[in-house]
């Protein structure tokens, strides 16, 4: 007992932190199921994520959203079972299926910036959009990958690291590049090896 005093003595900063760490797991599944449109059992969303339109937000079960993730959206649907890593930024109208794995600073961009009305600022123009983007279930998106307006990307595919995904993307398909192409698919492999 007299070590672990000493021990916050030592540093007492870390120690608050950590404290302030408890209460808010303990504290925040009632705060976003007020303000999010549906929150899940056993999601976590760290207090250092950045949410914009909580009313149009609507996040499965087992879901994890890290650290300095931006969700700026018009609409988000998350299925169950996703995790969302540290840098990726999500914007526009974006639906997400079931048990998908989000690695680090990706972009899912579901909107432009208008561009059309020279005389006026690009920064006060309206914005853009082909549709949603509809992640399927049992996806995986490589670290610093982006997926542009519009795209969808089929159920288990996989989408390499560093990717630009500017066209739709097969069930089943590895793709990587920029642009995006796919190399082969993950069947293929399995029947290969058979």
């Not at 996040?59 to 994890?64: A, C, P």
């Not at 899912?108 to 509809?134: F, L, V, W, Y």
Request: net charge positive; hydrophobic share 40%.
């Amino acid at each position: 007992m007299f070590n672990k005093l000493q021990a916050i003595m030592n540093n007492p900063t870390a120690y608050f932190f950590r404290a302030m760490y408890l209460v808010y797991r303990f504290t925040h599944s009632p705060i976003y199921k007020m303000l999010l449109q549906n929150y899940g059992k056993k999601s976590f969303i760290h207090p250092l994520v950045s949410l914009r339109n909580h009313k149009n937000i609507s996040i499965g079960s087992n879901v994890i959203i890290n650290r300095n993730v931006n969700i700026w959206v018009s609409k988000l649907m998350l299925g169950d079972n996703i995790q969302i890593n540290p840098g990726t930024c999500i914007y526009g109208n974006v639906n997400i299926g079931n048990n998908v794995m989000i690695a680090p600073n990706c972009m899912i961009a579901g909107g432009n910036h208008g561009i059309a009305n020279i005389p006026e600022p690009m920064i006060t123009q309206t914005c853009t959009s082909k549709g949603p983007i509809i992640i399927e279930d049992d996806v995986w998106i490589a670290s610093n990958s982006v997926i542009l307006d519009g795209v969808r990307i089929g159920s288990g595919a996989v989408i390499g690291g560093g990717s630009v995904v500017t066209k739709d993307i097969p069930p089943m398909a590895i793709a990587i590049g920029n642009p995006a192409k796919v190399i082969k698919y993950r069947n293929q492999d399995i029947k290969e090896n058979s």
